[in-house]
């Protein structure tokens, strides 16, 4: 706990919640309603983190005291108690760890999660909706607010793409192992010959960019064009041309956004976008470059890092960690903590 305590820096901590309260209490803080949100946002986490820390110490010292007293007392309950609860806290100091593993460049930052269907058809179409749901489901489970930003709906069932982001601090960190092809296999009930069916979906995660991180986008580059905004079957969300689709000629790159009712607004969350993907490329040409002086080629995770079999098993299974478990539905519900703490610990041991 104490290795945890000194790589948290409590002290640290302390004063930057102290800072935020200040920024947090001054009458002018709502002038700017985005940089308002990111400090209450950033005091929050703060503050749960402190009280979770702080906790699990507590913990720890009672759990001292429960064996001290099941041992003097001869008490084979109290005993049985204080090895539950030492399971217990044994289990929340592993998830504080993964947190200390979190120190990339970005990883404190929100997510910007893209997922879309890959080879399978109707069935990759309906892989890629239910991915969708289990990472706003797991959002939903940690009280991480989130916000679709685009959804392209396909034409029989489920969809094409979405984008969504995550708003907490180590979004990204947390769900940049997610990153990769995924892969279902079920009996398809697309299927009227009840045959078994492999399909794919890609799930993309990028870090949320922010004022310094200065990237320059040429306006004279971008092609921008607005349409309707369309939801399930091709039904007409509203009845102006708000969506916005914003190609960047250099790069190829494609975004859009549908989900505010103003074409200015969505454009601004489209631009977001665009500025997240032009950094996550530069990330990655800076990489490319590291890896080529080491000669080692990198760390490639290769393409397919996770299969969700439903038949003729269940069975969920990380590719690169071995992490595996037998509940998919639970898996599909926003379960997904093993699978994420899995990775983060996997992707330090690459590093090293």
């Keep these: 706990m104490g290795s945890i305590e000194a790589v948290l820096d409590l002290?640290?901590?302390?004063?930057?919640?102290?800072?935020?309260?200040?920024?947090?209490?001054?009458?002018?803080?709502?002038?700017?309603p985005e940089a308002a949100q990111k400090i209450t946002s950033k005091l929050s986490h703060l503050q749960a983190e402190l009280r979770k820390t702080e906790a699990l110490r507590s913990r720890i010292d009672d759990v001292e005291v429960l064996?001290?007293?099941?041992?003097?007392?001869?008490?084979?309950?109290?005993?049985t108690e204080a090895e539950s609860e030492l399971a217990s806290v044994k289990k929340a100091l592993d998830e504080m760890e993964v947190?200390?593993?979190?120190?990339?460049?970005?990883?404190?930052?929100?997510?910007?999660?893209?997922?879309?269907?890959?080879?399978?058809?109707v069935d990759a179409a309906d892989f890629a909706e239910q991915l969708q749901r289990m990472y706003i489901r797991w959002a939903e489970r940690h009280d991480y607010p989130t916000e679709v930003y685009e959804t392209s709906y396909a034409e029989e069932a489920g969809i094409k793409s979405t984008t969504f982001v995550v708003k907490a601090p180590y979004a990204y960190g947390t769900l940049s192992v997610e990153q990769g092809t995924h892969r279902l296999v079920r009996i398809s009930p697309f299927d009227n010959q009840g045959r078994?069916?492999?399909?794919?979906?890609?799930?993309?995660?990028?870090?949320?960019?922010?004022?310094?991180?200065?990237?320059?986008?040429?306006?004279?580059?971008?092609?921008?064009?607005?349409?309707?905004?369309s939801g399930p079957g091709g039904q007409g969300v509203n009845t102006t041309?708000?969506?916005?689709?914003?190609?960047?000629?250099?790069?190829?790159?494609v975004v859009s956004c549908q989900n505010e009712r103003s074409q200015i607004q969505n454009k601004a969350s489209a631009m977001n976008v665009l500025q997240a993907k032009l950094l996550e490329r530069r990330r990655q040409e800076e990489q490319a470059k590291m890896d080529a002086l080491k000669g080692d080629g990198g760390n490639s995770w290769g393409n397919q890092m996770r299969?969700?079999?439903?038949?003729?098993?269940?069975?969920?299974?990380d590719l690169r960690t071995e992490f595996e478990v037998g509940n998919p539905q639970g898996v599909l519900d926003g379960e997904i903590d093993g699978f994420l703490e899995a990775g983060i610990r996997w992707r330090k041991q690459q590093e090293r």
């Design 11 to 32: 002290d640290k901590m302390r004063a930057e919640i102290a800072v935020l309260e200040d920024q947090a209490a001054a009458p002018s803080l709502w002038d700017d």
């Design 67 to 79: 064996f001290e007293l099941a041992e003097s007392e001869a008490d084979a309950d109290a005993r």
């Design 99 to 121: 947190r200390t593993l979190l120190s990339g460049e970005y990883d404190e930052r929100q997510a910007l999660v893209n997922i879309r269907a890959e080879a399978g058809g």
């Design 196 to 229: 078994r069916q492999t399909s794919f979906a890609g799930v993309e995660v990028l870090p949320v960019v922010e004022s310094s991180d200065h990237v320059e986008i040429d306006e004279t580059e971008l092609r921008v064009d607005v349409y309707r905004a």
């Design 241 to 253: 041309d708000s969506a916005v689709r914003i190609t960047h000629i250099p790069t190829g790159i």
């Design 307 to 317: 299969s969700y079999v439903l038949h003729p098993y269940q069975m969920v299974k």
